[in-house]
């Protein structure tokens, strides 16, 4: 369960907004169309690597190393942190659209 939620920043090009924070995971997750959604970018696989790309000029913003079945972040720190509290009534609606309270 989630108990804060707030924006990473990586650099100076890239932004993570809505990142929720659960403290028993030993390892961050990062959902990949989540970041092209929010970063307007294209994200490139291979056996070995993947890029980040702005869509438009295509320029690289990041990259990642693959090892033992998963992508690692090249850049091991993780920069600015910004976390709040979570609401999760507000959590929920936002997942399931418009419940009832």
Request: proline share 2%; net charge positive; hydrophobic share 35%.
């Amino acid at each position: 369960m989630a108990s804060h939620q707030g924006a990473i920043n990586f650099g100076n090009k890239l932004r993570l907004n809505n990142v929720l924070f659960v403290p028993s995971l030993q390892c961050n997750l990062i959902s990949i169309a989540q970041l092209c959604k929010d970063m307007r970018c294209l994200v490139t696989f291979s056996d070995d690597a993947c890029v980040l790309q702005d869509r438009a000029s295509k320029i690289q913003i990041s990259a990642g190393e693959q090892h033992g079945g998963v992508y690692y972040y090249k850049h091991g720190s993780l920069g600015e942190i910004q976390v709040n509290a979570v609401n999760y009534s507000d959590l929920w609606h936002r997942r399931l659209g418009h419940p009832s309270s």
